[in-house]
């Protein structure tokens, strides 16, 4: 069956840019969905059909799909963005949702 | 505006069937492309999508949960409640539902379930 793969972990300085990846075979041909998870919280939608942002999500998450690798984008990251971050895919060969096993995100 | 509630037991004792109800609102489970999602979350770790209903009745199972779950809507109640029979203390986590156009968005608040004898 279909797996999706995320580092358990990424750090970034305030003000840089954090890129959390997804991997998949050819998970290109699929569509991502990204949600950030903060401590003590609901999950919350940032990005969906790879590159989309939900209204009042800032324009700082940004969304990319090719080839093995989906990329969540944070550009100048801040301190509030420290959370937990999750990709899902729909898995058409079984027909199923998956969520990746989730990003650590540290602001350093 | 969208939301969702979860509601149910917060301990089940091992071997018991555990029912959750999504209770929501703005929104109709009788509009083309709606579904309600149940995800689930053991403490500390990652997200496990558990079972999917769409607005034509369509249901859509984990494959490795599928023969202990039954989802369900009630249309006229704005409400889908999820079965989970046969429970362990490896269910043990927090359940969110979530309103479903291929992504999830919003999610409930989420109930703790506590599986323990």
């Known amino acids: 069956s279909y797996v999706v793969t995320q580092p358990p972990s990424e750090s970034v300085a305030p003000g840089q840019t954090a890129r959390i990846s997804c991997g998949g075979n050819n998970i290109e041909s699929k569509t991502v969905h990204w949600y950030q998870q903060k401590s003590g919280q609901a999950p919350a939608l940032v990005v969906y059909?790879?590159?989309d942002r939900p209204s009042g999500i800032p324009e700082r998450f940004s969304g990319s799909n090719s080839g093995n690798t989906a990329t969540l984008t944070i550009s100048r990251v801040e301190a509030g963005d420290e959370a937990d971050y999750y990709c899902?895919?729909?898995?058409?060969?079984?027909?199923?949702?998956?969520f990746g096993g989730g990003t650590k995100l540290t602001v350093l | 505006q969208i939301t969702l509630k979860e509601s149910g037991p917060t301990l089940v004792k091992p071997t018991q069937t555990l029912t959750l109800t999504c209770s929501f609102s703005g929104f109709s489970l009788s509009t083309s492309g709606v579904g309600v999602a149940w995800i689930r979350q053991p403490p500390g770790k990652a997200l496990e999508w558990l079972a999917l209903i769409y607005w034509d009745d369509d249901e859509w199972y984990s494959p490795s949960l599928k023969s202990r779950l039954t989802i369900t809507k009630d249309t006229s109640k704005n409400q889908v409640v999820l079965t989970m029979t046969n429970m362990d203390p490896m269910d043990t986590g927090t359940y969110y539902c979530a309103h479903s156009r291929d992504w999830f968005d919003p999610w409930g608040q989420g109930t703790l379930v506590t599986v323990s004898s």
């Open positions: 899902q895919v729909w898995d058409s060969s079984s027909d199923h949702v998956l």
């Open positions: 059909d790879d590159s």
